[in-house]
T-cell receptor, first 114, second 113 residues
Framework: GAGVSQSPSNKVTEKGKDVELRCDPISGHTALYWYRQSLGQGLEFLIYFQGNSAPDKSGLPSDRFSAERTGGSVSTLTIQRTQQEDSAVYLC????????????FGPGTRLTVT | QKEVEQDPGPLSVPEGAIVSLNCTYSNSAFQYFMWYRQYSRKGPELLMYTYSSGNKEDGRFTAQVDKSSKYISLFIRDSQPSDSATYLCAMSRLSGSARQLTFGSGTQLTVLP
């Protein structure tokens, strides 16, 4: 079946502009995660959605970052007033439930802030 | 100090070699241990998953967990050029409402034909 999809695959933006990144999870997966991967670094947890529960935003690095998930499916990560240090690959993952941590990742969005 | 430490490499081996990839961790609350493979410009792909100390084998891959030493390993037998990728260890614990994953920084592996 279809995996996790993300769009755009690449995004170049000027410092100070806002960007929106989209994630389509695997159909039926109730949990959705956003991560950030910087060059040579591991994955940094950003935010987690589970069903209709309030999201876990504990990993968001600043209030410029926000995310929403509409209808329990598609999610959008928004970065306002982008900074050069926001340049990274943003990865989305989904899982069937929160039980065992088997997360399936999308291909990521490569964000470059100039 | 990071909760999960992983040698970044790069590691280069000839085809057919046995590869050993390792991670150490400091938090005994980690319950589940995973290895992900990430090809260039792709998302991580789950390779192996285990929750107990000991070995778990899947084809050419063996995952080993030693909870007493807080040490996990991934062995690749008869390595192939197609195994060239970055390998990320990941660990999870139940934290609040989320089964959060904590990742190592990844080891870049190249298998030379």
């Amino acid at each position: 079946g279809a995996g996790v999809s993300q769009s755009p695959s690449n995004k170049v933006t000027e410092k100070g502009k806002d960007v929106e990144l989209r994630c389509d999870p695997i159909s039926g997966h109730t949990a959705l995660y956003w991560y950030r991967q910087s060059l040579g670094q591991g994955l940094e947890f950003l935010i987690y959605f589970q069903g209709n529960s309030a999201p876990d935003k504990s990993g968001l690095p600043s209030d410029r970052f926000s995310a929403e998930r509409t209808g329990g499916s598609v999610s959008t990560l928004t970065i306002q007033r982008t900074q050069q240090e926001d340049s990274a690959v943003y990865l989305c993952a989904s899982s069937l439930d929160r039980g065992l941590g088997e997360q399936y990742f999308g291909p990521g969005t490569r964000l470059t802030v100039t | 100090q990071k909760e999960v430490e992983q040698d970044p490499g790069p590691l280069s081996v000839p085809e057919g070699a046995i590869v050993s990839l390792n991670c150490t961790y400091s938090n005994s609350a980690f319950q589940y241990f995973m290895w992900y493979r990430q090809y260039s410009r792709k998302g991580p792909e789950l390779l192996m998953y285990t929750y107990s100390s000991g070995n778990k084998e899947d084809g050419r891959f063996t995952a080993q967990v030693d909870k007493s030493s807080k040490y996990i390993s991934l062995f690749i037998r008869d390595s192939q050029p197609s195994d060239s990728a970055t390998y990320l260890c990941a660990m999870s614990r139940l934290s609040g409402s989320a089964r959060q994953l904590t990742f190592g920084s990844g080891t870049q592996l190249t298998v030379l034909p």
